[in-house]
């Protein structure tokens, strides 16, 4: 009997005055639209954990281990295909550091399961650098930019296989988005030139 008293006390506050009622509607969109805006971010959220794409990395070396030749295991373990941006391995014994990017594989669509073995020798520089290599001392990075199709959800991971370190961050590298951007204007001029030459 309270709660039916107390309905028709709120139902005749509600009639008595426009205002009231306008009140009250406007505090339930606002609610709704609230709980609407969850919902979104809560779905985008989820669609971008759907879609991004999940690498694991093998080190394999010719000889001993840490030796600077042999080649690296990448391999798509998600559900989704994924588009490798940039590949860039680092090798560094003592004050020498060497950088090596697999341009070869830039924008190229990795299938769930598929995997690259990219090679990788610096045994040539050491050697024009005249040092004795002590494989154990070589220490190595590899860096992997990725992301889905879209280019929505973007992936830097960074193996570190001396430590037995692998760690991603969310986002595109500046020398990246830097390479990306630069790229298509080097094509132009490279296709100008090209132009000129044959004319």
Same mark, same amino acid.
């Given at each position: ?6 309905? $028709? %006390?709120?139902?005749?506050? *509600? ?9 009250? @509607? ?10 609407? &805006? $969850? ?14 794409? =999940? *690498?694991?990395?093998?080190? $394999? ?5 840490? !030796?600077?030749?042999?080649?690296? @295991?990448?391999? &798509? ?7 490798? @941006? ?11 550091? *060497?950088?090596? %990017? ?7 669509? *990795?299938?769930?399961?598929?995997? @690259? ?6 045994? !040539? ?38 430590? &037995? ?24 001029? !490279? $296709?100008? %030139?090209?132009? =000129?030459?044959? %004319?």
């Amino acid at each position: 009997m309270l709660l039916f008293e107390y309905l $028709r %006390r709120v139902w005749d506050w *509600l009639v008595r005055d426009a205002a009231h009622s306008s009140a009250v @509607l406007v505090f339930v969109t606002i609610w709704y639209a609230i709980l609407t &805006n $969850r919902m979104t971010k809560a779905i985008a959220r989820q669609t971008r954990a759907m879609t991004q794409p =999940l *690498l694991v990395f093998d080190f $394999r070396w010719e000889k001993e281990k840490y !030796h600077p030749e042999g080649h690296v @295991l990448i391999k &798509n373990v998600g559900t989704q295909p994924l588009l490798l @941006l940039d590949i860039k391995l680092s090798c560094s014994v003592d004050s020498i550091r *060497l950088a090596h %990017r697999f341009k070869l594989w830039d924008e190229h669509i *990795l299938s769930p399961g598929e995997s @690259l073995t990219p090679t990788f020798s610096f045994m !040539h520089e050491f050697d024009k650098a005249t040092y004795r290599i002590r494989p154990i001392s070589a220490g190595y990075g590899l860096e992997v930019v990725a992301s889905d199709l879209s280019k929505e959800t973007v992936l830097r991971y960074y193996s570190i296989p001396v430590l &037995n370190v692998c760690y991603c961050t969310k986002g595109m590298p500046f020398s990246v988005r830097a390479k990306y951007f630069i790229k298509p204007w080097k094509q132009r001029y !490279h $296709r100008l %030139r090209h132009r =000129l030459k044959t %004319r």
